[in-house]
């Protein structure tokens, strides 16, 4: 794998948005459709990963034959992706000075990234290379990085923005529990339930709101944990845009779908660059990157929440 990445900055917010835990370990593959950045909790119960496309890179190249030319060779490989991240806020420095270069494997089997720039000072140029390896994780034996959570059967699903999405969550911290979402026809409600505290719903008005999508199949009731939610809604502020209330249209949208057994699964629609717009020449622009999370439900208790005061978005 070969690839020139023009958007160092927001290439790296974009793998910030996967980090679920401080100790992520990301699994990536790569082919000649693109590479895929994919990690999930030690519980198993959230995946988390973000698709890049070759169209989004400067160039991107990949030969899955390797150095010795065998085809057996996958092009796969799992990296911590702390250390990336913590390499590429390095490289984010100096964005714009020139295009970082990402590469697996070199001949220790590392992923390299470097970056050269130049500027003129006069009677001749200054040269400067940034250069970094990250030496591949090994996969531990017990861990079948096969059996990946997967999304089918949707049965209901809205879009909203970013920013809307993410204003829910953070005010669904306060009770301290579990998050629950009610969908049924024409009605959309987040809620949590503190012990001592109280119970905080907050009802999505499903006409004429900040939704541009809603579809309720059947009626569904499920639960899930705040901090995976947390996780899930954690975007970069560059990738916001406007205010929630805002009408840019450069604002970032986020898909919400709930299968008929309870998995939730979050897209965040994310710009490489946010100098280019959802309005711009063949729709989505090509330097779009979904990020995407998969949540585990929590088996329902057979227990009712109390009714409470309702805050209306």
């Known amino acids: 794998m070969d690839a020139r990445i023009s958007h160092v900055r927001t290439f790296r917010e974009c793998l910030l948005a996967i980090k679920i835990d401080k100790h992520s370990r990301a699994r990536v593959r790569a082919d000649e459709r693109g590479v895929t ?10 995946a988390a990963s973000v698709n ?15 150095f010795g030319g065998r085809h057996d060779e996958t092009c796969a490989f799992e990296v911590n992706l702390t250390s990336l991240i913590d390499v590429l806020g390095a490289f984010a420095a100096r964005d714009g000075d020139g295009d970082a270069r990402l590469r697996w494997p070199n001949r220790e089997g590392a992923v390299s990234l ?11 140029d200054f040269k400067q290379c940034i250069y970094s390896e990250i030496a591949p994780e090994a996969s531990n034996d017990g861990d079948e990085r096969g059996e990946e959570l997967s999304f089918r059967d949707e049965a209901n699903a809205f879009m909203l923005p970013t920013a ?7 005010d669904l911290e306060w009770p301290a529990s579990d998050v629950q979402i009610d969908v049924d026809v024409g009605a ?15 009802d999505v008005d499903t006409e004429g709101g900040r939704l541009t999508e809603f579809t309720c199949r059947q009626a569904s009731t499920s639960r899930y944990k705040y901090r995976f939610l947390k996780s899930a809604t954690t975007v970069g502020a560059s990738f916001l845009g406007a205010s929630a209330g805002g ?3 450069n604002v970032t949208m986020t ?10 699964k979050i897209v965040h629609l994310l710009h490489l660059s946010r100098s280019v717009s959802f309005g711009s020449t063949g729709g989505l622009n090509e330097l779009m ?25």
């Open 37 to 46: 950045f994919a990690t999930r909790d030690g519980s198993k119960t959230c």
């Open 52 to 66: 890049f496309r070759a169209e989004v890179f400067a160039s991107y190249a990949c030969d899955d034959r390797g």
């Open 114 to 124: 470097e970056l050269s720039s130049a500027r003129a000072t006069g009677e001749r």
């Open 164 to 170: 809307t999405l993410k204003e829910i969550v953070d």
């Open 188 to 202: 959309l409600r987040f809620s949590g339930y503190g012990a001592g505290i109280g119970d905080l719903k907050i």
């Open 247 to 249: 009408s840019d249209e």
């Open 255 to 264: 898909r919400v779908a709930i299968s008929n057994t309870g998995f939730l």
């Open 289 to 313: 990157v979904p990020v995407t999370f998969i949540l585990c439900p929590i088996l329902s208790d057979g227990e009712m929440m109390d009714d409470g005061e309702s805050e209306e978005v």
